[in-house]
Nanobody
Framework: VQLQASGGGLVQAGGSLRLSCAASGSIFRTSVMGWYRQAPGKQRDLVAA???????VYVTSVKGRFTIARDNAKNTVYLQIDSLKPEDTAVYYC?????????WGQGTQVTVSS
């Protein structure tokens, strides 16, 4: 089973994107879900997480700009990214927390031009 992220693209600094990630119900219903990103030459890091009840946490660098949400009826987790910066350029992935390597999909590329 892989979690497929979508919604990335090329945007100018200051722009916005909304990423989506669909999961199977068996994975989604009881899992804390997270968005991760991997910039070129860097490790893959968690940037936002959301519990089943909707409470969310963020790393400091994205607070106030990223919003994670989930639709439990659609088994989908979203990442709204506003005020994009060039340093947000990365491939974005979703996975559970704790992550399951078998769930990694191809991710979705976000490229921010200055």
């Amino acid at each position: 089973v892989q979690l497929q992220a979508s919604g990335g693209g090329l945007v100018q600094a200051g722009g916005s994107l909304r990423l989506s990630c669909a999961a199977s119900g068996s994975i989604f219903r009881t899992s804390v879900m997270g968005w991760y990103r991997q910039a070129p030459g860097k490790q893959r890091d968690l940037v936002a997480a959301i519990r089943v009840n909707g409470s969310a946490v963020y790393v400091t660098s994205v607070k106030g700009r990223f919003t994670i949400a989930r639709d439990n009826a659609k088994n989908t987790v979203y990442l709204q990214i506003d005020s994009l910066k060039p340093e947000d350029t990365a491939v974005y992935y979703c996975n559970t927390i704790p992550l399951r390597p078998m769930y990694w999909g191809q991710g979705t590329q976000v490229t921010v031009s200055s």
